[in-house]
């Protein structure tokens, strides 16, 4: 049992790291342990939640999802386009990760765990014909850097356009 306790330490459950034993949970006779969470919140948690994928933050999860369903857009063009930033850039499976998040490209912060704020930062989509866009493609999405751009600024806007360099290097 003690080699268990200890193999359970550092390992990582969705966004719970398990950092040490928190006893035994006497009723459910189950081991319990004490997680750090990403958000740097703790919680204690049964090492059966945890094995099973049941807990797999401290609450902020719970509570981020939540938020997002609250603000009734999540069927907007909008609302599709800041989840593919997301995904581009932060999960290793989506089919254009090799040329955002493997090469560097993150999302801010303010944007990363709130749709509200990247409305709030560019406004909504102009026209069907738009779509995100990055300064030059380079950098990060980001207020400063991201725009609603058409398929011909975004042309303009690709890292291969040569005389678009020239005239930002001027």
């Not at 949970?25 to 919140?41: E, R």
């Amino acid at each position: 049992m003690a080699k268990m306790k200890l193999a359970l330490i550092g390992r990582v459950f969705g966004r719970l790291t398990v950092i040490e034993s928190a006893g035994t949970d006497k009723k459910y006779k189950t081991s319990l342990w004490k997680c750090v969470c990403s958000c740097d919140g703790t919680t204690v948690v049964s090492g059966k939640a945890l094995m099973r994928g049941g807990t797999r933050s401290c609450g902020c999860l719970r509570k981020e999802v939540s938020s997002h369903a609250t603000h009734r857009q999540t069927n907007t063009p909008e609302y599709v386009v800041w989840k593919g930033m997301k995904a581009r850039c932060l999960n290793p499976k989506h089919k254009s990760w090799k040329e955002y998040g493997e090469n560097g490209v993150t999302v801010c912060k303010r944007w990363l765990n709130s749709f509200e704020a990247f409305i709030s930062d560019l406004g909504k989509r102009p026209s069907p014909k738009h779509s995100l866009g990055r300064v030059l493609d380079r950098g990060n999405y980001e207020p400063e850097n991201t725009f609603w751009m058409t398929l011909a600024e975004q042309a303009l806007s690709r890292k291969n356009n040569n005389s678009l360099l020239k005239w930002a290097a001027a």
